[in-house]
């Protein structure tokens, strides 16, 4: 029987820095990515004029961050956010409107707010379920002169909280070594596309990082698998899954029962002619 076609679906996250941290959701236990540490995003909608827009609009509705690239604005406040993106954009636009959190960017082109393509992932068919997303990752770097997000944006858009996407507790500001570590001792979870970018956050610099990866469209090429050393929390046995990234990289990414990785190995080497 050949095997079976899913269909692919494109969506959007967006890696949002301040001062360094860099913002978390985690999701609930059940559903896609269960427990997974990811960056705010989702699938793109028919109402969406771009990808950076679906970026946009998904951070807003998980996280209750409104950026707003017309206005060159990021703002937050949890009280009184509502759940559709349009609708807030407007009211953050009149006169008087005021935010716990509002910032914006000077009017030089050279400061304008900008969202810059960190690469492009698609589901490899082993790791997916119903359907393979083409996943666009943007990274928006809020400069060091605005004050500071992580004390103030600590709560999600309490829609996606009532709608049971996110618990209350979800939202979280990592460095990329916090994550990093936090993930070896499986103490958080990780997917490959997070991992990949986390690390070479770390280990590159951003802008070095930036250079190199960026525009790249990552489609990860099964190689082989095999029974692991490490168990997941049922106790039960990991499978260890060898994938080509492309370009003389890729990983030993070692899933549980469950699928979700509870560990990454990253491999530097040419895996194309296994």
Known sequence: MPPKILPIRESASLIMMSRNKILFLRRPPNGSYPGAHVFPGGVREDGDASMEITALRETFEESGILIDPKLNSVAYDRTSCSNVYEQALSAAAEPGSTFPYKYRWRSSPSENLQLQL????????????????????????????????????????????????????????????????????????????????????????????????????????????????????????????????????????TVGKDGVPIAIKYIQADLAKL
Do not use: C
């Not at 083409?134 to 709608?163: Q, R």
């Not at 996110?166 to 070594?177: G, H, I, K, Q, R």
């Not at 929390?233 to 370009?247: F, N």
């Open 118 to 253: 960190f690469s492009s992932w698609l589901t490899p068919p082993i790791m997916a379920k119903k359907s393979r997303f083409y996943t666009y990752f943007y990274l928006l770097h809020m400069p060091d002169t605005a004050p500071p997000l992580a004390p103030i944006a600590i709560e999600p858009n309490p829609h996606a909280v009532k709608s049971g996407e996110l618990l209350s507790s979800s939202m979280e500001w990592l460095t990329a070594t916090e994550a990093l570590e936090l993930f070896d001792h499986r103490k958080l979870k990780l997917f490959p596309p997070q991992y990949y970018l986390l690390r070479g956050i770390k280990t590159e610099g951003i802008s070095s990082f930036l250079d190199r990866v960026g525009q790249r469209v990552i489609q990860p090429e099964f190689k082989k698998r095999w029974t692991s050393d490490l168990v997941d929390e049922t106790d039960t046995p990991a499978r260890t899954i060898l994938m080509d990234w492309g370009h003389g990289e890729g990983g030993e990414v």
